[in-house]
């Protein structure tokens, strides 16, 4: 089980990303459009056929065969980033109704879910996942928002450029096999 | 010698709780670390940063001296290994708020170099030394030093190097301050090495006389 978290400045520009695995047991529910595409259709093509067909919305996810998620190198990278970059606008609409910080989920597809939380600073936090854990993924963005104001403070660091610091991302991760 | 370190050590506490005016210490890292930033773009060489850095201190440090011979109103240390004592103690803990471990080194060409566990060398000769160890710096706090940084060599906090070498100079001691290692270059521990060049001969009053 993934999950994909994007860091997004206000201008949406990704400032980070990161894909965690999870260890945790999840229910994962199987798409069952996927499962009677044959099995040859591992291309994007086949991705389109499936959302078009089913989905609401214009971003797919690439299933394995037999309805088992395929994880790493059977699912697209740009894939998992156009989920993230169509949930922007349903984030926007939420952001204008109501102004919390932890917008639960704000988006949702074949079985991929998109979470979203912004910060004061109108930072965006968005993170797909495919099981719900609410209050795993709540502290999860409290954490990455604690760390990210971490990381503003440092003054070598410049507002708004991607963060790299690998000390950033070791407690982004540590934090993430903690909450989810 | 113990006693006297119990009351350094009072005397630091008092000096930091009378003092009225206090920075907030986000607001002061915050600044050091605007400053430090800026001098890099400056200067774009991280030798000349740290001469600069060390430079500012100094001027700092001839004139935060007078400030606190008039607070503390202590007079002339007897020795070297009291000059470091008081340093730590009475010093950066009026101004920081942070008490640094003293561990006094011995007399390079005589004796062995061994440090800990000797009797205590003529603690008045050249090259004498005593080494600062900070378990946190107030100027530091949430930094992380870019990779350039650390290969160029950079000593963010030095100008605490000046301030104590410019502070010791006005009482007559010109001293060698230098950062030996440090916890945001990826080391164990923050030190600053303090070595005495020698005695200053010019009779300048010291404090109120």
Request: aromatic share 8%.
């Amino acid at each position: 089980m993934s999950h994909h978290l994007f860091l997004l400045s206000p201008s949406d520009t990704p400032l980070y990303s990161l894909t965690h695995y999870s260890s945790k047991p999840s229910q994962s529910t199987s798409s069952p459009l996927a499962s009677n595409l044959p099995s040859w259709s591992t291309s994007a093509f086949a991705g389109t056929l499936t959302a078009l067909s089913g989905a609401s919305s214009a971003s797919q996810t690439q299933h394995g065969q037999g309805g088992t998620v395929k994880i790493g190198g059977g699912q697209d990278r740009h894939v998992i980033q156009m989920i993230a970059n169509a949930s922007l606008d349903a984030i926007e609409e939420v952001m204008r109704k109501e102004s919390v910080m932890y917008l639960k989920s704000v988006d949702k597809f074949n079985e991929w879910t998109v979470s979203a939380f912004v910060t004061p600073g109108n930072m965006k936090f968005v993170l797909l996942h495919e099981s719900r854990n609410d209050d795993g993924i709540k502290a999860f963005f409290n954490d990455v928002w604690e760390l990210y104001v971490k990381t503003m403070l440092n003054p070598f660091h410049t507002a708004h450029t991607p963060i790299r610091s690998p000390v950033f991302d070791a407690r982004v991760r540590a934090s993430a096999k903690k909450h989810l | 010698m113990a006693t006297t370190s119990k009351q350094y050590k009072a005397i630091g506490e008092d000096l930091w709780k009378g003092r009225t005016e206090k920075i907030n210490a986000e607001l002061f890292a915050l600044t050091y670390g605007a400053l430090v930033v800026q001098l890099v773009q400056d200067y774009e060489d991280y030798a000349e940063v740290n001469k600069q850095l060390e430079k500012m201190g100094y001027n700092i440090g001839t004139r935060l001296i007078e400030d606190f011979l008039a607070r503390s109103g202590l007079g002339r240390c007897a020795d070297f290994r009291e000059v470091g004592e008081v340093v730590a103690k009475v010093g950066f803990k009026s101004f920081l708020n942070i008490t640094p471990t003293v561990t006094h080194g011995a007399l390079p060409p005589a004796s062995s170099p061994t440090r800990s566990s000797m009797p205590p060398p003529p603690a008045n000769a050249p090259g004498t030394s005593f080494t600062l160890q900070f378990d946190e710096n107030p100027l530091a706090e949430f930094v992380e030093l870019p990779e350039e940084a650390l290969e160029g060599g950079l000593w963010f906090s030095n100008v605490l190097c000046g301030v104590i070498r410019g502070a010791l100079e006005m009482v007559q001691m010109q001293v060698q301050a230098t950062f030996v290692s440090d916890v945001l270059r990826g080391d164990e521990t923050t030190e600053i090495r303090v070595t005495l060049v020698k005695y200053l001969e010019e009779e300048v009053p010291v404090g109120d006389d």
